[in-house]
């Protein structure tokens, strides 16, 4: 750019209110970068890897780096129990996994499916590593609250993913482990009674509603042996997905 001045180039992609605006972009040395349009300018990502591009002490990212270190600590106490991170090694993947959120709400956006799927998995492998080996309790715990709201993402672009396959069925199937999930962490956390008025849960509700007319009815059969076996093994939450499953069918 022949100018330090980026006025023309901001104003050739304007900032839309209420939209995430986002955009893949091939650059000269044959990389496709994310570019994702602020109110305040403009903001690109790597797409694979770390989206800053930065590779700490030569690993992928701090996840990768922290995992490797307690692989290591495992081989040598055979387990991983006094395996510590300390609140500066949290606080760091913590700023880490706010870049991969940028990036994996910008790919659902763009239906990179695929690379939301990679990003939330890596998201809640750090809320697993802070909460099982963070130095105190605020770092064991602070991640969890955003726990649903990865694990509805993942849910969603599974979905997506089965939809855009011809798969509806697969499609109704993510979204159930979504909801088991999400069920499973907020029992975790004591928030169980938040389960049934979280936004998380009511927006796969949603996603479920809209993709169950699309099985064929031969499929009724097989969820009402899934019913049965739900009711067997007292997995009641499960089993009223399957009843509106049904309803749905039969409608």
């Not at 880490?96 to 239906?111: D, N, P, T």
């Not at 990679?118 to 105190?136: K, P, Q, W, Y």
Request: charged content about 35%.
């Amino acid at each position: 750019m022949d100018s330090p001045d980026l006025t023309p180039f901001l104003t050739s992609w304007p900032y839309e209110v209420g939209r995430i605006n986002c955009r893949f972009v091939d650059v000269p040395d044959g990389r496709r970068v994310l570019q994702i349009r602020l109110d305040l300018g403009i903001l690109q990502l790597e797409t694979v890897g770390r989206p800053d591009g930065q590779r700490p002490e030569g690993h992928e990212s701090l996840l990768r780096l922290h995992r490797s270190s307690r692989e290591r600590w495992s081989l040598v106490h055979d387990d991983d129990r006094g395996f510590i991170l300390t609140t500066e090694e949290c606080a760091a993947l913590r700023e880490e996994a706010v870049q991969y959120y940028h990036r994996y709400v910008a790919l659902l956006v763009l239906e990179d499916f695929d690379g939301v799927i990679r990003d939330t998995s890596r998201n809640i492998e750090v809320f697993d590593l802070c909460r099982d080996h963070g130095a105190d309790e605020q770092d064991r715990d602070i991640l969890e609250q955003f726990r649903p709201y990865v694990i509805m993402m993942r849910s969603r672009a599974e979905a997506a993913k089965a939809v855009a396959a011809g798969e509806p069925k697969s499609a109704i199937a993510a979204v159930d482990r979504g909801l088991e999930e999400i069920r499973v962490a907020m029992d975790d956390a004591g928030a169980a009674e938040r389960f049934e008025g979280s936004n998380e849960v009511q927006l796969l509700r949603g996603m479920r509603d809209m993709l169950v007319p699309r099985l064929p009815v031969s499929q009724r059969s097989e969820l009402e042996e899934r019913l049965r076996s739900a009711i067997a093994a007292e997995n009641y939450e499960l089993a009223a997905i399957l009843r509106d499953e049904l309803r749905m069918l039969r409608e």
